[in-house]
């Protein structure tokens, strides 16, 4: 069975963009792939982070994935940093890789912003370190949504460099997993903005544990434009919070854009914003209020926690066992 590996960033509250980009898919994936999917503590530290809060947050995103219907026996669900043989390779790996390959990657300059000398080794490594959580289980498959590519190409690249300085056949280049209706969920307060856990607005995004009634009111508080919808998604052209909508309702109704168009041709928006409110609730609802039964059984994640890091920790064991061989690293 080929192998998928994919992480998570306990940065905040799992939100919808969270939710119908990544996690929905990888309960779709867990039926025809080995999963292992990582709460990726250690890409957080990149930048600052509150102990308590960041703590918190892994079981926060733990409880996500189970309420989402991510099966915990079969998949393989753990913390990054509980897992050493990620740090180790990306040692390895690092000193594989050259700094050109590093400066092309956009997602650093887009974090550090005009501040580069002043953002940490590990922010500009991070690419590294995705490169080696991949790795170290010998992953085949990464699901990757367009922001992501990038660092996966990069991957790719730092697997061929191993292969080929050490003459073997050992790491397998990852393939992208891609979806076929990849959802990019973007901020309901400014339609060019992703949805994004670090937004300082609780109104910009709708969080896996809201409830009805916040559902409700940030649908409701949703920026949109004056003009009834349109009869085909065109319409829409130049119209980004009216697109995001859209493109929401869709995929929480497993449907198309072009449907959607055709069912709210010349509605206004509070009519179609009524009804997104109850597809909303009716998804996210029942996933919300298991995950704040969850949430109040830590005792349980933790142990989802702790067996997965032992089941990942013995094929992460493996792996660099070999890497050390091949390298000429201590037995
Ligand atoms: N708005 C989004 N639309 C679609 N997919 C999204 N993802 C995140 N935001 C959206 C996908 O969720 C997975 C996990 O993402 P992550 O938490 O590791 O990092 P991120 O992409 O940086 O997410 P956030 O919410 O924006 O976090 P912060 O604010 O901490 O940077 C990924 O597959 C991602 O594509």
């Not at 085949?140 to 949504?145: E, Q």
């Amino acid at each position: 069975m080929n192998r998928i590996f994919s992480g998570i960033q306990p940065t905040g509250n799992l939100h919808l963009g969270n939710y119908l980009g990544a996690i929905r898919n990888w309960v779709g994936l867990q039926e025809s792939f080995e999963s292992i999917y990582c709460i990726v503590d250690l890409h957080a530290v990149t930048l600052p982070q509150d102990p308590a809060e960041l703590r918190h947050n892994v079981r926060e995103v733990t409880a996500g994935l189970v309420a989402a219907g991510i099966d915990a026996e079969r998949c393989i669900v753990f913390a990054q940093s509980a897992v050493p043989g990620h740090s180790e390779l990306a040692w390895l790996l690092g000193c594989l890789t050259p700094l050109g390959w590093l400066n092309r990657m956009t997602q650093f300059k887009e974090k550090a912003g005009k501040r580069r000398d002043a953002a940490g080794l590990g922010l500009y490594a991070y690419p590294v370190l995705m490169a080696a959580d991949i790795l170290v289980y010998q992953a085949t498959h990464v699901p990757v949504g367009d922001d992501q590519k990038q660092h996966l190409e990069l991957s790719r690249d730092i697997a061929g460099a191993f292969n080929r300085r050490f003459g073997v056949d050992f790491f397998p280049l990852p393939e992208p997993q891609i979806f076929g209706a990849a959802t990019r969920v973007m901020s309901l307060r400014d339609g060019s903005q992703k949805m994004s856990k670090s937004d300082a607005s609780d109104y910009s995004r709708i969080n896996m544990t809201d409830d009805a009634d916040a559902i409700a009111l940030k649908i409701r508080k949703a920026r949109t434009d004056p003009d009834p919808l349109p009869g085909t998604p065109e319409g829409l052209a130049g119209r980004a919070e009216a697109i995001n909508l859209v493109g929401i309702y869709a995929a929480l109704s497993g449907g198309t854009e072009d449907e959607v168009c055709a069912k709210y041709a010349g509605e206004m928006f509070s009519t179609f914003k009524a009804d997104l409110v109850e597809l909303a609730v009716s998804v996210l609802g029942p996933i919300g209020a298991e995950m704040q039964r969850l949430k109040g059984d830590p005792g349980y994640i933790d142990r989802i926690l702790r067996d997965g890091a032992e089941r990942a920790g013995a094929i992460a064991s493996r792996t660099l066992a070999e890497v050390h061989a091949i390298m000429g690293l201590a037995a």
